[in-house]
């Protein structure tokens, strides 16, 4: 009985995900270690902020960053979308989790800086590609101003903390794309992109 002719191997992608546009950009040496001091902050709010140790500021060009401490930490517990959020950090890092809009800021915090990695991965996207992030500052529960480096000019993102109506999903792509698509002009109020997010 004779054999058939055998088929090359082949490898197929049933799910992938770039940014629009093309190959998203190859991490660089900066961006990594951009990244790691970002997830080790937002492990430190998300600790800390129990405890009522809350950031208020983070710059990622001179890797520095403040917590100020409340005598009254947010009494609100935290809420993912399936229930509880893992407290250690590797546990946390291998879920994907979103904290509930009725959470404490410091938890929407911890998750904004978690997600802030994102924007190097977007560089690329959109006509006017995305813009550089360059640091954080939360100087009440109310919201946090991400800082980015765009065309040589530096904008404040706003994103809002306190009173959140829906979770805070993708900041980082979101904040990206608006760059990305020139529509932070569009967004433009008394000198801070009021994104929406």
């Known amino acids: 009985m004779g054999r058939g002719k055998r088929r090359p191997h082949q490898t197929y992608t049933v799910g992938s995900y770039e940014p629009p546009g093309g190959n998203p950009p190859q991490d660089t040496e900066q961006d990594t270690a951009t990244a790691a001091l970002l997830q080790d902050v937002a492990d430190m709010a ?11 500021q983070l ?3 001179e890797r520095t960053f403040t917590f100020r401490h409340l005598a009254e930490p947010d009494p609100r517990p935290l ?11 590797q546990e946390r890092a291998a879920i994907m989790w979103t904290p509930q809009p009725g959470s404490p800021a410091w938890a929407h915090l911890a998750h904004l800086l978690e997600e802030l990695p994102f924007i190097a991965s977007f560089r690329e ?3 006017h590609v995305g ?14 101003d991400v800082l980015v480096e765009h065309k040589d000019t530096t904008w404040r993102v706003r994103v ?19 760059f990305g698509e020139n529509r932070h002009h569009a967004l433009l109020r008394e000198g801070v992109v009021e994104a929406g997010i």
């Open 46 to 56: 998300f600790k800390g902020g129990p405890l009522g140790a809350e950031l208020s």
């Open 79 to 89: 809420t993912g979308e399936s229930g509880k959020v893992p407290v250690d950090d």
């Open 125 to 127: 996207y959109g006509p």
């Open 131 to 144: 813009p550089t992030v360059l640091g954080v500052e939360s100087p009440t529960r109310q919201y946090a």
């Open 160 to 178: 809002q903390l306190e009173g959140r109506q829906e979770p805070l999903e993708f900041p980082g792509m979101t904040i990206a794309e608006i």
């Open 59 to 61: 710059d990622l060009v």
